[in-house]
């Protein structure tokens, strides 16, 4: 470990100068900045707002990259070979409450399946293709809101280096998945609850992670990276007070779905019951005729999960200051991501707060973007070649693509270490400077002549 270098420092404050790849890209608005701007005299807001504003661009990319669905309709197998497909629109069958037949409370859960509710109870009435493009509308709105939410939050963590932030504002994958299901919903609240907590907030924090909880299951990762962080640094108060607010705000949303009639866990059961999906590892083995029971399936998912939290009781031993809290739970989300029953490619819009809480190297963002996109296309004509084979993807090239993603995703999760230490020793240089030095001397002091320091011989 060393202190930040200047270039480091530049990769983190000024990107367009410290990144050559944030320097190419801005040459369209007139190139890096200089040698001697000033920097952050405008302050965070100024980066939040054009972040946000930059953000919504994405998004109506995205329903440009969707235009075919929007003019036509979502219907199959067109939807597919047009990579356009969005759960917002197909997903819009029910008429009744959140929990009746065909409602969102099917296959969501409790807070996702009330705001699509609310969201169709607002959609005006019409031709059925009316409604899903009043609705899909509608539904991208409230996601371009969402991300905004999400960069603000973002921001206020990375007050030194709010630019960072553009890693979930300005991702190439917010162009394909970001409108595929309302997740960004659920990116925003878990991101609002760990920016909470790591800005000492724990009740407040725990609020929100809770409420995350009852939009998507991934936020009891960081529930649980935040529990073994704090232990590891005698927080258990702090740690209470968190776990009370997930608790408080889990148990009041799943009385709230009761007490209109629904059924909370109905999401829960027919993931019990569900086969593999697309994007696990466990269709892989499917499609290789390797047959795994739905039940043994669950097991496995749920093994993911235990080994997530084995992984992250073994990294936490680790001096504080070398293990992040951003980077713990990227690496347990990575682990569930890559053994759940499913790994859909809306998930990817998980991993993008946290690559701008461990200041992510935009080379390597590209990177794992790029391969995201390319599997994103190459799903959807794998689903589509039932209806014509010749058209589609080969069920041995989406394996190959199906694991190219997982190994990806691998890959940022080691990276991650890497750079959020970086990220570590530039907003905290003293006691990236200490362990250094307590470092070289355990190494100096080690026996045999051919032991070798930090920066050189002993």
């Known amino acids: 470990m060393t202190v930040t270098p200047r270039r480091d420092s530049d990769r983190l404050t000024v990107p367009s100068r410290g990144e050559g790849v944030v320097g190419w890209a801005t ?106 493009q009043y609705y899909f509308a509608f539904g991208a709105v409230l996601i371009a809101l969402a991300i905004a939410a999400t960069v603000i939050a973002l921001t206020a963590a990375l007050p030194g280096t709010p630019w960072l932030a553009a890693h979930a504002a300005l991702s190439p994958v917010l162009i394909t998945a970001s409108l595929v299901s309302m997740d960004a919903f659920g990116v925003a609240l878990a991101t609002v609850g760990l920016v909470l907590w790591m800005r000492d907030k724990p009740l407040a924090a725990g609020v929100l992670l809770g409420l995350a909880v009852m939009a998507r299951s991934y936020p009891l990762i960081i529930v649980a990276a935040i529990v073994l962080v704090a232990l590891r640094d005698g927080r258990s108060r702090e740690m209470t007070r968190m776990l009370v607010g997930v608790a408080a705000a889990v148990g009041a949303c799943l009385a709230v779905a009761i007490a209109v009639g629904g059924d909370p866990f109905a999401v829960y059961q ?149 750079t959020a230490e970086e990220l570590a020793d530039h907003q905290d240089p003293e006691s990236a400077r200490a362990l250094e030095e307590r470092l070289q001397r355990e190494l100096s002091t080690a026996p045999g002549d051919d032991s070798v320091i930090v920066g050189g011989r002993a």
């Open 270 to 418: 027919n993931w019990n019951r569900a086969a593999a999906g697309y994007g696990s590892p466990w269709l892989v083995l499917s499609i290789l005729k390797i047959k795994v029971d739905a039940a043994t399936l669950t097991w496995l998912a749920v093994a993911g999960w235990l080994l997530a939290l084995l992984v992250g009781a073994y990294l936490v031993r680790r001096p504080r200051h070398a293990t992040p809290l951003p980077a713990l739970v990227l690496t347990m989300l990575v682990i569930v991501m890559c053994t759940g029953k499913a790994f859909p490619v809306q998930q990817a819009i998980w991993v993008l707060p946290l690559l701008a809480l461990i200041a992510m190297r935009w080379r390597e963002h590209l990177v794992w973007a790029g391969v995201e996109i390319v599997y994103f296309v190459m799903t959807f004509l794998y689903i589509a070649s039932s209806s014509d084979p010749n058209k589609g993807v080969a069920p041995a090239m989406y394996v190959v693509f199906a694991m190219v993603r997982l190994i990806a995703y691998a890959g940022l999760a080691w990276v991650s270490w890497e």
């Open 27 to 132: 040459e369209v608005i007139g190139g890096p900045t200089g040698r001697y701007g000033a920097i952050g005299r405008r302050g965070a807001s100024y980066a939040v707002t054009v972040l946000s504003a930059l953000a919504s661009v994405f998004v109506a990319l995205g329903v440009v990259q969707k235009h075919s669905c929007v003019e036509k309709g979502w219907g199959a197998p067109e939807s597919l070979w047009r990579a356009c497909y969005s759960d917002l629109a197909v997903g819009l069958t029910g008429n009744g409450g959140p929990w009746a037949a065909g409602g969102p409370g099917e296959n969501q859960p409790m807070l996702t399946a009330l705001l699509q509710w609310l969201l169709r109870q607002v959609t005006p009435t019409g031709s059925s293709l009316a409604v899903q």
